[in-house]
Structures are given as C-alpha cells and as structure tokens.
C-alpha cells in the first residue's frame, strides 16, 4: 500500500498526458497535435532526456518534482520578457516540460520500486 502511494503521482502524470494525446487524436485539435509533435521531437534530445531522468531517480518524492516544473512553466509562459529574452514559445514550453514529466515519472517509479524491494 505505501508503494502505491509513493508512484500515485507518477501514475497520475502519466494517465493525463495519455489522456491529453487520446483527446487531441478524438477531437482532431491541431494545437495540442502540434505540442505532441513537438514532443516527438525533444524526445529525441539526449541532454533533457537524461536531466529528466535524473531528476526522477534522485529526488524521491515526485510531488516536488511535479510543482517545481509546473511552476517553473507558469512563469516562463506567464512572464512576456523572459520567454521573449529566451525567444520561446508556450508550445516548446509545454512541450519541454512534458517530456521532463514523463520521462521523471518514469524514472521515479523505478526509483520508488527499487527502494521497494
């Protein structure tokens, strides 16, 4: 039961984005086809693969890992200089950091089942 508990967040990171890709597929959305396009893409990069993982193997308690990226895509999006200054878009922003939160999940639980055992 404590295990549960400890990968519940990872789970429920997981079912959404699932969920967000079956909802763009059903609804035929273009913007959120494009996000996962994009995320398509950054999959493929090696160096936020492995930040991702990394997060997720050593910091145990995912929730911290989830409020930290979540906030930390709140203020590039919602700050207008920072993401000019770093000339990015809410796309490739939502996008980065869902792949970081799939990939920390995915990490995480491992983490969590290793400890486990």
Do not use: H, W
């Amino acid at each position: 039961m404590i295990f549960i508990k400890k990968i519940l967040p990872n789970l429920l990171v997981l079912s959404s984005i699932v969920m967000m890709f079956v909802f763009a597929r059903a609804t035929g959305n273009d913007d959120i086809q494009n996000i996962f396009k994009l995320i398509d893409d950054l999959a493929t990069n090696l160096i936020l693969v492995i930040v991702a993982i990394t997060i997720g193997l050593f910091i145990k308690q995912y929730l911290y890992v989830l409020v930290g990226l979540v906030a930390a895509m709140a203020i590039v999006i919602l700050v207008p200089t920072i993401s000019a200054a770093l000339n990015l878009t809410g796309e490739y922003v939502l996008a980065c950091g869902l792949v970081s939160l799939g990939f920390s999940a995915v990490s995480n639980i491992y983490a969590n089942y290793r400890e486990f055992n």
